[in-house]
Nanobody
Framework: VQLQASGGGLVQPGGSLKLSCVGAGFSLERYTITWFRQSPGKIHEGVASIRSDRDTYYGDAVLGRFTISRDDAKNTVYLTMNNLKPEDTAVYYC????????????????????WGRGTLVTVSS
């Protein structure tokens, strides 16, 4: 089982980026996948989740600006980020909710069993 995150880079404030999380060894559509991020000196923060039934959830800091989606044919979850702000600068990780874990508090990190390597997003002029 592997998750591979990509798509990070340098973008100016107000710009957009689209991150990808590709799964290997399992079908993403059967699991809840969540994007987390970590900024220097800060703890991990839940960004967005997509459940197996395609319900989506967002952190307050990104609500209305970020969109999480899934392409089952490509076994990939995306995070489309619009109107980026300097405070969005972080390493972004995708993670798989552990089998049998409940859907309450989807941003609780301990519930996730597999994590991809992060991809760095830098928002700066």
């Amino acid at each position: 089982v592997q998750l591979q995150a990509s798509g990070g880079g340098l973008v100016q404030p107000g710009g957009s980026l689209k991150l990808s999380c590709v799964g290997a060894g399992f079908s993403l559509e059967r699991y809840t996948i969540t994007w987390f991020r970590q900024s220097p000196g800060k703890i991990h923060e839940g960004v967005a989740s997509i459940r197996s039934d395609r319900d989506t959830y967002y952190g307050d800091a990104v609500l209305g600006r970020f969109t999480i989606s899934r392409d089952d044919a490509k076994n990939t979850v995306y995070l489309t980020m619009n109107n980026l702000k300097p405070e969005d600068t972080a390493v972004y990780y995708c993670a798989r909710l552990g089998y049998g874990a409940d859907w309450a508090n989807l941003f609780e990190m301990a519930k996730y069993d597999y994590w991809g390597r992060g991809t760095l997003v830098t928002v700066s002029s």
